[in-house]
């Protein structure tokens, strides 16, 4: 009886899902490119609610980082460009889209998801200082934006490995380069300073903006300045921002967190026209944090 009463009560959670999904996607087709992707998959699931996946921070490209950029003559390099959420973006803006992904898997459907594209060309490789062949691990098989270079991120037991390829990225350019190379994201799970070391000629000589991840664990001793900060500061990087997006207040105390759910819910009714939902702040003094996205440029953004 009770096991019959919960089938029930899934059913109708079932079909009240699927009725708000499927209003849902009648708004995100006219806004958001209808992307391939996983099922059961973290980056899909965020697609299907919101759209796009991270679409808060594309926006803060869009309208503090590109506005910077002669994009209409220039090219972007997508580095971990996943199943092409942000390569179809970037598409918008930039004469040339280069995207580079090493997962067999999440490849297919990059492939697939920029084929309308002239100006995207995508390449079954990722980024490293020296050509090589590693193996790249799937930590999460719900996760594939998780896929990492890095065995001492994965737990033994739960290790799929599969052989990738890496490429030096200022070798591989200087044959097929067609435009100076202006923005360049990085998002390959702890191996952006290899990918950075890989890239010196470029940013030297074309001075990109580049957007980066950075993991907490890199913060040496929980003092030292991360490899790949480090190395865009020596490489005449002095400028550095984060987005900040609104967010409620949170406590340990169970009353306290009730209280800033309200109040976060009541400023968004009554004065979200007052309240910036995203910005990007500059960093004075990097926190012993994990930062989703750093933008990096040798010029201030003025924003």
């Not at 919960?6 to 087709?29: A, C, G, M, S, V």
């Not at 679409?55 to 220039?74: G, T």
């Not at 070798?171 to 360049?184: A, G, H, V, Y």
């Not at 984060?242 to 400023?267: M, S, T």
Request: hydrophobic fraction near 40%.
């Amino acid at each position: 009886m009770i096991k019959n009463f919960r089938k029930l009560l899934d059913l109708i959670k079932t079909q009240k899902i699927l009725k708000y999904e499927l209003e849902k996607y009648d708004k995100h087709i006219r806004e958001f490119p209808n992307l391939a992707r996983l099922a059961f998959d973290d980056l899909g699931l965020n697609v299907s609610l919101f759209g796009r996946f991270e679409n808060n921070e594309l926006k803060i490209l869009e309208h503090n980082v590109f506005n910077k950029i002669d994009c209409l003559n220039s090219a972007c390099l997508d580095i971990g460009a996943n199943i092409g959420n942000h390569s179809v973006f970037f598409a918008n803006f930039f004469s040339k889209v280069e995207c580079f992904e090493p997962h067999p898997d999440n490849y297919y459907l990059l492939k697939f998801n920029t084929r309308k594209f002239k100006n995207v060309r995508t390449f079954n490789f990722g980024a490293s200082d020296i050509d090589e062949i590693k193996y790249i691990y799937v930590t999460k098989e719900t996760d594939m934006g998780r896929t990492t270079l890095l065995a001492e991120r994965v737990e033994e037991e739960k290790i799929n490995k599969i052989k990738v390829e890496l490429k030096n990225l200022d070798n591989f350019l200087k044959e097929n380069k067609e435009k100076k190379i202006k923005f360049i994201k990085i998002d390959i799970e702890g191996y952006e300073y290899k990918a950075l070391m890989g890239l010196k000629d470029i940013l030297s000589n074309d001075s990109p903006i580049i957007a980066i991840e950075q993991w907490i664990d890199q913060f040496d001793n929980n003092t030292k300045t991360p490899p790949s900060i480090d190395f865009l500061k020596k490489n005449n990087y002095n400028f550095f921002y984060e987005p900040l997006f609104f967010k409620r207040k949170k406590g340990k105390n169970k009353i306290i967190r009730a209280l800033n759910k309200i109040i976060f819910f009541l400023q968004i009714i009554f004065k979200s026209n007052k309240i910036n939902l995203c910005k990007l702040k500059k960093i004075e003094k990097f926190e012993v944090k994990p930062y989703p996205m750093i933008i990096a440029s040798k010029d201030e953004l003025n924003l």
